[in-house]
């Protein structure tokens, strides 16, 4: 069975700083993917960033990049020059690359401060 | 372009009543997914369809809850009879399934309140 977990349920950073938001996975799929989604306070779910499991590089979209460590079974987001308006819920899920459902993590929210 | 569309945005219903969520998803989109957040439980599946035929829907909690996709463009999600335990944000979402992990795009979700 597939499990995401991020460990941090809040997280707070200043602003221009950069953050790390943590997460791991677990799966026994050979092949897969890790997305991270921002949902704001106003409720929708944006898509932020993707990692193939096969994909040698680190995705970046941005000021996002996504830190894979395949063996450790680590997808974490980080944020570089942090700004008032990344204040959001941040999730981590997974997919097959069958196709499919995508599982969630718990999410964590974070906090820029002014 | 525009996005997954769903209506209503709000609903508020009394319990044991009728309750149609409605999806339109990305033009060219051959996936549909219907998931439920709560505080409790998070994001979870609730059904899955792939070219308008349901494929996964395990996470449907009961009969009370139906879901059909009509055509490639609108989809419903029905509870019936809704209960106060069914309050929830439900989202729609759309991919293009291409064989790999494809990223699902998320309508602005409904928000449930059953009284």
């Known amino acids: 069975a597939q499990k995401i977990t991020q460990t941090q349920p809040g997280m707070f950073v200043q602003e221009k700083e950069a953050v790390t938001l943590d997460c791991t996975y677990d799966?026994?799929?050979?092949?897969?993917?890790l997305f991270w989604y921002k949902q704001p306070s106003s409720g929708e779910m944006i898509f932020l960033i993707y990692?193939?499991?096969?994909?040698?590089q680190n995705a970046t979209e941005g000021r996002y990049s996504l830190n894979f460590q395949k063996a450790r079974k680590s997808a974490n987001l980080v944020i570089s020059a942090s700004q008032l308006g990344d204040s959001a819920m941040y999730f981590c899920?997974?997919?097959?690359?069958?196709?499919?459902?995508?599982?969630f993590g718990q999410g964590t929210e974070l906090s820029v401060k002014p | 372009d525009a996005g997954v569309i769903q209506s209503p945005r709000h609903e508020v219903t009394e319990m044991g009543q009728e309750v149609t969520l409605r999806c339109k998803p990305i033009s060219g989109h051959n996936s549909l997914f219907w998931y439920r957040q709560t505080m409790m439980r998070g994001l979870e599946l609730l059904i899955y369809?792939?070219?308008?035929?349901?494929?996964?829907d395990s996470g449907m909690p009961e009969d009370r809850f139906s879901a059909k996709m009509p055509n490639a463009s609108f989809s419903t999600l029905k509870i019936q009879p809704s209960e106060p335990r069914d309050s929830a944000v439900y989202f729609c979402a759309s991919s293009l399934e291409q064989g790999s992990a494809d990223t699902q795009y998320f309508g602005p979700g409904t928000r449930l309140t059953v009284l």
């Open positions: 899920a997974m997919g097959r690359n069958q196709g499919g459902k995508l599982i």
């Open positions: 369809f792939n070219n308008n035929v349901p494929i996964d």
């Open positions: 990692q193939g499991s096969y994909d040698q």
């Open positions: 799966t026994s799929d050979p092949s897969y993917g």
